[in-house]
């Protein structure tokens, strides 16, 4: 079946610094990838995605590409600020028929000034 | 622009108690979907309605009943409540039947503690 590895949290960095959170996956065919972000009291939002391989998401300084090869699709952002923290999800859909998107663990960030 | 909303947004129950979670969507999506969020569990799909008029099983449906009520609506219920469905319930409803495009749009979420 599908499933989505995400790094553990919390992940814990000064204003500026560069952010990296992991994500790999397993899925049958050519998946769909997703980031989504939940901010503290809030349902979760779509951050950026990528439908097919060496695809770059981007959005809100947030990029991640789609590596086929490795699996992966690791979140990035250059300078983050104290407004990012939040919990990231890392999701995935197969895009078999009807599909339903297969999310990750989480990760939360916090982010000190 | 209400997009998805939930209520009751806090609720306690006891035991063998049932309530319904209501979950209404004002953007004319076709699809909607019931999840549940747990610590160190991530997101977890109970159940998901393609179109008005379908329902299907998710991963984890033991426990619960689903309504599509109509385009808009979607409940979920609980007949029995158990400990073990303590939990942060989030109705989400997308454009397409489907998510190959991804924008699952989430509402505020409902958490629901069973004593």
């Known amino acids: 079946g599908n499933s989505v590895t995400q790094m553990e949290g919390p992940v814990t960095l000064s204003e500026e610094a560069f952010l990296t959170i992991n994500c790999t996956y397993t899925?049958?065919?050519?998946?769909?990838l997703f980031w989504y972000v939940q901010y503290p009291g809030e349902g979760l939002q779509l951050l950026l995605k990528a439908t097919k391989a060496d695809d770059k998401g981007s959005n809100k300084g947030f990029e991640a590409t789609y590596r086929k090869e490795t699996t992966s699709f690791h979140l990035e952002k250059g300078s983050v600020q104290v407004s990012d923290s939040a919990v990231y999800f890392c999701a995935l859909s197969d895009n078999s028929g009807y599909s339903t998107l297969t999310f990750g663990k989480g990760t939360m960030l916090l982010v000190s000034p | 622009n209400a997009g998805v909303t939930q209520t009751p947004k806090f609720q306690v129950l006891k035991t063998g108690q049932s309530m319904t979670l209501q979950c209404a969507q004002d953007?004319?999506?076709?699809?909607m979907y019931w999840y549940r969020q747990d610590p160190g569990m991530g997101l977890r799909l109970i159940y998901y309605s393609a179109s008005e008029g379908t329902t299907d099983k998710g991963e984890v449906p033991n426990g619960y009943n689903v309504s599509r009520l109509n385009k808009r609506e979607f409940s979920l219920r609980l007949e029995s409540a158990a400990p073990s469905q303590t939990s942060v319930y989030f109705c989400a409803s997308s454009a397409t039947s489907g998510v190959t495009t991804g924008e699952l749009f989430f509402g505020e979420g409902s958490r629901l503690t069973v004593l």
């Open positions: 899925a049958t065919g050519y998946p769909s």
């Open positions: 953007m004319n999506h076709n699809s």
